[in-house]
């Protein structure tokens, strides 16, 4: 199973940055595969510690993507790392292994100290459009452009008919990389 949740780590300097991924998940078991080159994958490599947050609010999801990175952190209880403060649940990990590849290494965790914060209420439409919209975003020099428009285009629906203000503000802010992108490289 793969989960869509938010990695913390900190470099050697205890400096965090904080990413939306994919988790694979099995049990008590991780894998998170981030793609070369990228700032999680260096900071664990420095390391070996990283924070699996659990977090409804889409709006983190889209502004690590957009060049917002300035979230409320807590110092998390049993690793050198952070949590999210807006995480629902956080899970503290001990970094098992590391596989290389040259474009996604395989960095297998374990849990150590998992945390709930508040419970989960449930995802509308419109923050799963915002997520799939984040990782559209993510790929955008990947797939090819008819994909995105056709995927933003049913995508829109479910926004239009459940979002709210904070799914609105992360939808926009998604729109303006894509539509920047478009100019640069589509219309170029």
């Known amino acids: 199973m793969i989960q869509e949740a938010i990695v913390t780590t900190v470099n050697s300097t205890g400096d965090p940055h904080i990413a939306p991924m994919g988790i694979h998940v099995k049990e008590d078991k991780f894998v998170i595969l981030p793609f070369k080159p990228c ?3 260096n900071n664990i490599m420095e390391t070996r510690t990283a924070v699996i947050n659990y977090c409804d609010d889409v709006r983190v999801f889209a502004g690590c993507l957009t060049g917002r990175y300035d979230w409320p952190l807590q110092k998390a209880d049993h690793v050198n790392c952070h949590y999210l403060e807006a995480a629902l649940s ?3 990990l001990d970094i098992e292994r590391i596989e290389d590849d040259e474009v996604r290494p395989m960095i297998f965790c374990k849990a150590r100290h998992t945390v709930n914060h508040r419970p989960f209420k449930g ?3 419109a923050q799963f459009a915002v997520i799939e919209a984040a990782i559209l975003v993510s790929r955008l020099h990947m797939l090819p452009w008819e994909k995105i428009e056709a995927e933003l285009e049913y ?3 479910g926004l239009e008919k459940t979002a709210g203000e904070n799914e609105k503000e992360a939808w926009r802010w998604l729109m303006a990389v ?3 992108y478009k100019h640069e490289v589509i219309q170029a």
């Open 178 to 180: 894509i539509e920047d």
């Open 155 to 157: 995508l829109h629906i």
């Open 39 to 41: 700032t999680t994958l």
């Open 123 to 125: 995802f509308n439409r």
């Open 90 to 92: 956080h899970c503290e």
